[in-house]
Nanobody, 121 residues
Framework: QVQLVDSGGGLVQPGGSLRLSCAAS????????MMWYRQAPGKQRELVAE???????VSADSVKGRFAISRDNAKNTAYLQMNSLKAEDTAVYYC???????????????WGQGTQVTVSS
């Protein structure tokens, strides 16, 4: 059974930092593209950062220079380091692992349950 567990969210003041974790079981994360999404109240879920299994990382313009995605393959865990947080970063953050399945010609993807990040003074 595949499970992704998001953690590390909380309440932080503007300008502060948090590190989110996404611990995986049932799959080997190094074989998957890893992504972090977020969803603010009343808004659509948006891609924040991506780390492909080939090592290419991409960040949304809104977080570029402030957020960094990484992974620790030995711990089978992905991270999102968030610095210089702003009120507009308030959202529920979700990790996602995805891999193209050539047998089905579809993507296999798995989501974490989400962790709340609130940036407020």
């Amino acid at each position: 059974q595949v499970q992704l567990v998001d953690s590390g969210g909380g309440l932080v003041q503007p300008g502060g930092s948090l590190r989110l974790s996404c611990a995986a079981s049932g799959i080997i994360l190094s074989n998957y593209d890893m992504m972090w999404y977020r969803q603010a109240p009343g808004k659509q879920r948006e891609l924040v950062a991506e780390d492909s299994s080939g090592g290419r990382t991409v960040s949304a313009d809104s977080v570029k220079g402030r957020f960094a995605i990484s992974r620790d393959n030995a711990k089978n865990t992905a991270y999102l380091q968030m610095n210089s947080l702003k009120a507009e970063d308030t959202a529920v953050y979700y990790c996602k692992a995805a891999r193209f399945n050539p047998k089905t010609s579809n993507w296999d993807d798995y989501w974490g349950q989400g962790t709340q990040v609130t940036v407020s003074s």
